[in-house]
């Protein structure tokens, strides 16, 4: 099998291709990633000297270099190159747009063009806008996105859709709900936060800090994408979520009494424009039709990922260098 996997140096992208490794070891693997701030070649240094990986630094929007790529035969594409960050979003609403928009069609195109046997468009829940105190977003919820980086992904997967109904390609969306876990960039709230309470310098914490997400550790989103790719029904849509709400003011107490810095820490900022107030994820579609169960609980996950954290300050430090360089918001 050859696998295009679009963004693959960047967070859930590296995990996605470190778990595609472990499980298929004979696959070949396309790696497209256009490498800014959030891409990592570090996230996957030790695949670089094995002959069935294959990284092309490049943006997905610049078809002349993706063409030679898809006429390579590739067999399915899992596209998680995007910008992702809510907060560049609206400083940049128009770099959002052109990638997440216009790569996706572009992508879209060159898989249909070259026959490509499945596309996989890994999205997100906050397409679906954002919940009050009870209920979980499920596969019909419509779609109301509340920033331009949620706007710009929903019409990414609309597109998606549009190529199945249009054109009958076999294609599948994955909305998630909020990933950690290793190679995260630490502008998220938990890296963020571990970086930050080690430093022991103040933790910023937005608005009343009560803003509520579902975490999904991103070993188990990658399983989850693994059983779409392979057996998703085409057009369908599938949620992956972890069934761990947690207010963010929780998260972060959860990282101050791991690594043992006291509460004392937590600053509280002014909050954010358009910050959706309760997001949760009902996934009982894929796990009725795809068997989908995730290893991981929240605490479990928390841990890993916090010791990950702590056992890889030359990675931490790495990006922190590229960002003071000019790599920030």
């Not at 929007?61 to 190159?81: K, M, Q």
């Amino acid at each position: 099998m050859k696998l295009l996997v679009t963004g693959g140096a960047g967070f859930i992208g590296s995990n996605f291709i470190h778990y595609l490794r472990s499980n298929y070891p004979a696959a070949q693997i396309f790696n497209v990633d256009a490498l800014t701030y959030a891409g990592n070649l570090l996230n996957l240094q030790v695949l670089q000297t094995d002959a069935n990986y294959h990284f092309i630094e490049a943006n997905i929007t610049d078809r002349s270099v993706l063409e030679p790529i898809f006429a390579e035969g590739i067999d399915a594409v899992v596209n998680f190159a995007a910008e992702s960050h809510v907060d560049r979003s609206i400083l940049q609403p128009e770099v959002f747009v052109t990638t997440n928009i216009m790569g996706t069609q572009i992508l879209l195109d060159l898989a249909r063009q070259h026959g490509t046997a499945k596309f996989v468009q890994v999205s997100t829940d906050e397409v679906y806008g954002t919940l009050g105190d009870t209920g979980q977003f499920s596969e019909n919820t419509p779609l109301a996105p509340n920033s331009p980086y949620s706007a710009s992904k929903a019409g990414a997967d609309l597109l998606v859709r549009a190529y199945n109904e249009t054109f009958g390609m076999n294609v599948n969306i994955t909305r998630c709900s909020n990933n950690y876990g290793p190679y995260q960039y630490p502008e998220k709230l938990i890296p963020l936060m571990i970086q930050t309470a080690l430093d022991d310098k103040p933790l910023p914490v937005y608005g009343d800090g009560l803003n509520v997400r579902d975490w999904l550790y991103v070993e188990d989103h990658c399983s989850a994408i693994d059983l779409v790719l392979h057996g998703g029904r085409p057009g369908e849509v599938y949620n992956i979520g972890g069934n761990n709400e947690r207010s963010n003011i929780h998260v972060v107490q959860t990282i101050l009494a791991e690594l043992g810095k006291p509460e004392s820490l937590i600053t509280y900022v002014k909050d954010r424009p358009g910050h959706d107030r309760r997001y949760a994820i009902n996934a009982d579609k894929i796990r009725a039709e795809l068997g989908w169960q995730p290893k991981f609980d929240y605490q479990s996950g928390m841990k890993a990922t916090i010791q990950w954290y702590v056992d890889n300050l030359d990675w931490l430090e790495q990006v922190r260098s590229r960002a003071s360089l000019g790599d920030q918001p």
